[in-house]
């Protein structure tokens, strides 16, 4: 157990609908990160918070958004949705340092865009 | 721009050892992890390079060389249980975790 949790562990919607995934950092952890994992594929990069602010930004489509609220937990929210959303998406977290090399996962939430 | 590169597939027998390569091309970076992830499951943190050289972690052990842009991950004694995907993964200058697209290791009886 890493000691980041998110929720939900699955997820099942239409296309154009709107969700809400959620993270909890392990405690102490700054900062957040979100990835999105398809089929055969690697991690790609989305988005990363450091104690409430925006700090790097990857592949993240214009319709994705997130956002890291005062207790550090975060939201990423995924709107217009497609089929090709149909993914994994892994939030994880790190501490304080620079170099935030060593960052630790949750669970994953499975989205199914049908 | 960044990028890493590592083999797609990986077959061992129980026991043996394997090397897993990664080659990166990127400007500066402060150094190259290793994560491990099994089917359906959380990428997890193996190990970190920050200086040229071998780092040992029980059956794992990882090395880079920078004038070489590359680094490995070895694992010995293999188990059937580290059949996985291993990614290395780069910690570039601008904060960023840079991702290899992983390689999976199948380990055979």
């Known amino acids: 157990d890493s000691g980041v949790t998110q929720t939900p562990k699955h997820l099942i919607t239409a296309t154009g609908q709107r969700v809400t995934l959620r993270c909890s950092p392990r405690s102490g952890d700054l900062s957040v990160y979100w990835y999105q994992q398809s089929l055969d594929q690697g991690l790609q990069f989305l988005i990363q918070y450091y104690n409430g602010e925006e700090r790097a930004k990857g592949n993240i489509l214009e319709r994705f958004s997130a956002q890291q609220f005062p207790d550090l937990h975060s939201e990423l929210n995924l709107s217009s949705l497609e089929l090709g959303d149909s993914a994994l998406y892994f939030c994880a977290s790190s501490g304080t340092g620079l170099v935030q090399e060593t960052q630790y996962f949750g669970p994953g939430t499975r989205l199914l865009v049908l | 721009g960044q990028s890493l590169e590592q083999p797609s597939e990986v077959t061992a027998v129980e026991g043996a050892i394997v090397q897993i390569n990664c080659t990166y091309q990127?400007?500066?970076?402060?150094?190259l992890s290793w994560y491990q992830q099994h089917d359906g499951g959380a990428p997890t943190f193996l190990s970190y390079n920050a200086l040229d050289g071998l780092e040992e972690t029980g059956r794992f052990s990882s090395f880079l060389s920078r004038s070489d842009s590359y680094g490995y991950l070895l694992l010995q004694e293999l188990q059937m249980k580290d059949s996985a995907s291993y990614f290395c993964a780069l910690a570039g200058n601008n904060r960023k975790l840079i991702w290899g697209l992983g390689t999976s290791l199948a380990v055979n009886p």
């Open positions: 990127t400007s500066g970076f402060y150094g």
